[in-house]
Every structure is written in C-alpha cells, then in structure tokens.
C-alpha cells in the first residue's frame, strides 16, 4: 500500500504542523494528503515562514509595549491573510502535480516563493509579542506560527533557487519512467514501452520472476541518479534557513514540532522501536526461510539479509504481495485462504455500475474514450466505499465538489504524480484526493486511509486557521489506518464482499497476512528518515549518499539492493518521499497510533473479543469519539489530545503488540526449525 501524503508545496513539507501527510511545518491551509505518502500541508504558515530574531533590545526600548488586544487582532489577521494565500498555494500546487509542464512547476514555485515573503513579515512581527502574558490559545497560535517556520533561506536570491529546485525535484519523480527495451541513460525510442510506477508496482506485485524483478528494480531505481546533485543543494539550502532560525540543521527543526524537544522525540522513536523489533526479526527470519525454499540461491545470502526486489514491492517497504509465498503451510491453517478481495470487488462493482463494468471485460482497451470513462467510474466506485464506512460512523457525506475535482485515474493527456494523497485546498469544504486508482486489494485500504485525511481535514475546519492540522503530522496519517484495521472478514461480509466470517483458527493466516504490511513496514519508515536526519547534520556527505542509505536499510530492515550499488546511483530519489521532501516519521508514528486509535474505538463500539477481529463499522460511539479527536485539530498539545481518546499520553506499541500476540507466538515457534 502506498503511504498518504497530505500535499504542500514541496520545499515545505517538513516537520510537525505542516501540511499533513506529506508534509509539516506550515501553518496549514493546504493540505494534501498521498497515498501509502498521506501529509497534511500546512498551508502557508509552515512552509512559508522563516521566523526572524527579535530586534535589538535599544531599538524594542522605544517601541510601546505590546498588550493583549494588539496579539489578538494580530493573530486574526494572520490567521485571515494566511487563510487565503494558502488557498492560492493549494490551487497552484494542485495544478503542477495533476498536469506537469516547465510552466505549472514555475507557477508553483512563483507562488509559493511569494507566500513566503509574506509570512516572514508575520513571523518576524510576532516576536513583539514574545514577552506578552497571553491567553494559553492566543499565546499557542502564535508559538505554532514561529515554530513551524520551513527551512528556507532568507536571502532573496536563495529562496528563489530553493523554490526552482523543490518543484523540479517533485517534476522529476512524477515523470519518472522504466521503458523496458531502452538502455540505461539512452533516449527511449517513440514507439518505446515505457512504465510508471504504478505499472511496475502491479507487475512486480505478482511476477515471480526473479529475473524479472530484478530488472523493473534496477530499471525503476535509474530515475534517482539525475536529483542527485539537485538534492545535495536542496539540501544545503534548507540547511541555510534552519540555521537563521536558531536550529543546528533541518532534521533538528523538523523533530521540534511535536510538543518535545527533538531529542525527546529521537527517543520517543527509538523506544517504540526497541518494543516491536523482536516482533519484526521474527516476521523476518520467517518470511526469509520461505523465500529461500522458493527461489532458491536467488534469495539465499550468507550475511541473512533478503533481496529487496523478492519481497513484492518496489521499495521492499510492505511485503503483503507475497502472501501466497509465505502462507502456512499447516493443513489446519492452510485450508483458510485470503478473501479474493480484488476479484469480489470486479464483480461487485460490475454488478451495480453498469457504468464501471466495462472496465473489467476481458481484453478492454482502457485507453480508448469509453474505457477510459469504465476505468473512472470503476475508481469513484472504490472511493464509494471508504465514504460508506465514515459515513456509517456518524460523519456527513463527502460534499459534491469532489466527485467533480479529486483525480480518480491517471488521466490520459498529461503527466501527473500519482502517489496518492488527500487535499484541503480553501481548508473549508473543497476536499480533493488525487489518485491514479487500481481495482485492487491495496487501493481498497488506500481509499480508507485517504479519506481519513479528507474527513479530519473537514473535522477541524471551525478552527482557527492556525489550529487547523493533526495533533501531529502522525495523526493525521493513523486516522485513515485506524479505519482500514477495521477491513475485517466480518466487514467484508457486511458489504457483500466476502461470503463467509471464518472461524478463530483462522486468525494466524489473517495476522500474517496483516504484518506483511503493518509490522514490516516500521524500520523502513525509521531507516529513511533517520538517513535523511543524518544528511541535513552534514553526518552522511553527498559522496556517501546511497552507501549510507544501504547501511541503514540492512541494519533495519535486512535488506539488500538486487545487484551492487554506487555512488553513481542515487536509490533513495526513487522513492517519492525525497524528491517531494516530505517527513517521513509521521508515519513510523502513525502504524503505531493507528493501532491506538482502533482499540479506543473498538472499546468504545462496545466490541468484547479479540482485538484483530474488531469492525466498528456502524458504531456511532466510536464515530463520536473520533469525531472529537478530529475537532480538536492542533488546538492543544497532541500528548493532550491521544489521552482524552485513548487513556495514555504516549505513544504506546503495547496495543499493536497485542493484536499481532499470536502471531508473534507462532512466528516463534515456526522459526525454531529455521537454519
């Protein structure tokens, strides 16, 4: 499954209050969120704001001290201003990620450098409340308005540069292709077949081909090698405007915006890590040894590490593609097999949209007018579904607009990114996502999650717009995953989607099939950021850019790279979450909190049971209680926020541990025969 992102301008997307999935720092008005990458763009405020240090004591001497109803006609101001700037921003942004041309990426970069002028103003103006006695809500807009200033430069020159560089970098990766029979680094004929990734991903999903794999691999990676140099500045620039702002690098600025200090957050990480590492080694030495019986010498390696390319996707990030692989082989749990989710949707979907149907005819031509309307229609269909469950907990139903504005297919005249994400664009009621939607198992949970973006978006709407974002950037992302938990087998019975609930001995096949995604997911989340925080502090160089980025997959993840790597290469640009620049932890965060989440729900739905097979669909307890969570946006401290809905102020693996405890005991005792 791809990650969400909620979208914002990419030289942005950093840390805490901004956008939401894909991106923090700003103060939000743009939010967009991708798919698997989901990221709340904090409008204006966090992707525009370079906070300026207060002026020279003998100059504030003369300067009337400020009060109270000054700071408040300030902050409604700002929060008015930003309001509407940031909704030019998201149409801007919306336009260079749907249709990417040389112009919408100059047009983007254009306003969005504008928008930063504009917030700097307000930064630096805000510092002449800084010593003010305030009320606790006036004094955290403005708090939230300094601390989720975005690392740019405040040198003209600079700005303007940083800005080029983050929409062509974001450009790079949408158009980025593998066209099969073209050499490395040679221009693909006209007639060429080239793929996207989207393409590959389905391909590489269900090939068990390791030579095949390993060619979509190398061929898909090729496209990092150009941002390198692009990336390194990129990097160097932002690092220029955390420093103005008081911070060692952009990696510290991007861990300060969760209501600790960056060290307390680094440790915050490394102590949920220490507490599901054993349960993922297992899932490793596990799936391993299947892999190995099944390709042989292909997968089998000296050193333990698994061949990246084996494990059914692309960036090796979720390895639920190859469950048939994997699955037990005990008679008593082998008889239970997966619901055929994609199939049950082709035929539903074909069933009640004779519009939709054609899509799924044997040898359809999706290209052609008719295939294409099929294919869209299919799509919104799939989106149908996720609506249903919101709505089935008590929320209002998406508003007409955006049926007629979110991207549901790739379109067939232009270029766009097709990483899925979720979109607030006047952070009142135009809600978007932009998808290129499959009929698939993945795209099932992708919607769900999407649409948790959407829905919380829309939830703290009444905010103030500064409040207008998750309690942080990893709530935003565990609403959607929350609510996809809940895709059990006696909810896809509810839909008509599966014929049967199968019994509790069937639980372990289901739980493995459910790590393969949630569980294996964690230390690639952790590798990639905490190989980013290492570049913003100067510790990884540009010259040891992709060896450091395969150092830090082997020691958490166990994964090697399909044939040897240099620096010639640059592997991490081919996942989508560097060239756009968008945080990563909030979604190491989110597998976490997501399991959090569901188990207050489930208490609240009154469920009694284990807690793997807990649906609150329907339950309009649990919407109410997570109908306040999302009303309270980033009014008050997140710690705050995740107590009132689940009794603990911290992130807490003991509830994901509990529903993956027996699988964790099986894996165990499966792994005792294991070379």
């Keep these: 499954m791809n990650q969400v992102i909620l979208q914002r ?328 097999k997966p619901v055929d989710l994609e199939g049950a949707l082709k035929q539903q979907i074909a069933e009640r949209d004779p519009a939709a149907a054609p899509a799924f005819a044997p040898g359809a031509d999706l290209s052609s007018d008719a295939g294409h309307l099929a294919k869209l229609a299919a799509g919104k269909d799939m989106v149908h579904y996720g609506e249903n469950f919101f709505t089935s907990l008590g929320f209002s139903p998406l508003p007409h607009s955006f049926w007629l504005r979110s991207q549901f297919v790739h379109p067939r005249d232009s270029e766009v990114v097709c990483h899925a994400s979720a979109w607030d664009i006047d952070a009142a009621d135009d809600l978007r996502v932009k998808m290129c939607i499959e009929v698939n198992d993945d795209y099932f949970t992708t919607v769900h999650h999407e649409l948790g973006h959407n829905f919380y978006q829309r939830a703290y709407n009444q905010q103030p717009h500064l409040f207008r974002g998750g309690a942080n950037d990893g709530f935003h992302e565990a609403i959607g995953d929350s609510i996809a938990l809940s895709i059990t087998p006696a909810y896809l019975k509810t839909l008509g989607l599966a014929a049967t609930e199968p019994p509790a001995e069937a639980d372990i096949p289901l739980q493995l099939r459910t790590a393969l995604d949630k569980v294996a997911f964690l230390p690639f989340a952790l590798a990639l950021d905490k190989w980013r925080w290492q570049v913003f502090s100067g510790e990884i160089k540009p010259a040891d850019y992709n060896t450091a980025w395969w150092a830090l997959r082997k020691k958490y993840q166990g994964v090697v790279p399909p044939v040897e790597r240099t620096e010639a290469e640059f592997d991490p640009g081919a996942k989508n979450h560097i060239p756009t620049n968008v945080p990563y932890a909030r979604y190491f965060l989110a597998r976490v909190y997501q399991f959090q989440f569901y188990k207050a729900m489930c208490d609240a739905s009154g469920y009694k049971g284990p807690l793997n097979r807990c649906s609150f669909y329907g339950s309009k307890a649990a919407g109410e209680k997570l109908k306040q969570m999302l009303e309270a946006g980033q009014s008050q401290p997140w710690q705050q926020t995740l107590k009132e809905m689940t009794g603990t102020d911290h992130l807490d693996a003991q509830p994901m541990l509990d529903y993956f405890a027996p699988l964790y005991a099986w894996l165990k005792e499966q792994n005792k025969t294991t070379p």
């Design 9 to 336: 301008p990419a030289m942005f997307r950093q840390g805490a209050p901004p956008r939401g999935v894909c991106c923090h720092g700003l103060v939000e008005s743009v939010e967009i969120y991708t798919s698997g990458m989901r990221i709340r763009v904090l409008s204006i405020l966090i992707f525009l704001s370079v906070w300026l240090p207060p002026a020279p004591a003998q100059e504030t001497a003369k300067v009337k001290p400020a009060t109270v109803a000054e700071a408040r006609a300030f902050v409604n101001r700002v929060n008015a201003e930003l309001e509407k700037l940031g909704t030019a921003a998201s149409h801007a942004q919306w336009t260079a990620e749907t249709n990417i041309t040389e112009d919408t990426e100059a047009t983007s970069a254009l306003v969005n450098e504008q928008l930063t002028a504009r917030t700097l103003a307000f930064i630096t103006e805000s510092h002449r409340f800084d010593h003010v006695k305030l009320p606790v809500d006036l004094r955290r807009e403005i708090m939230l308005l300094q601390v989720n200033a975005p690392a740019a430069p405040k040198d003209p020159k600079l700005l303007a540069e940083e800005s080029e560089l983050a929409a062509q970098l974001t450009g790079m990766y949408g158009k980025g292709k593998f066209c099969v029979d073209t050499p490395l680094g040679k221009e693909p004929a006209p007639d060429a077949k080239c793929l996207g990734i989207d393409d590959i991903s389905n391909i590489m999903a269900k090939s068990r081909d390791p030579e095949e794999l390993k060619k979509l691999w190398v061929g898909w990676h090729a496209i990092g090698a150009p941002m390198k140099d692009k990336y390194a500045r990129f990097m160097e620039l932002q690092n220029i405007g955390a420093k103005e702002l008081g911070y060692h690098d952009t990696g510290e600025l991007w861990r300060a915006g969760y209501d600790m200090t960056p060290a307390e957050f680094s440790a915050e990480m490394d102590r949920a890590w220490a507490q599901l590492e054993p349960l993922y080694r297992e899932l490793h030495t596990y799936v391993r040894a299947r892999l190995i019986a099944k390709y042989g010498k292909a997968a089998e390696r000296q050193d333990g590490m698994i061949p990246a390319e084996l494990l059914g996707n692309m960036w090796a990030q979720e390895w639920g593609n190859i469950y048939d692989i994997v699955a037990p082989t005990d008679p008593k749990l082998s008889q239970f």
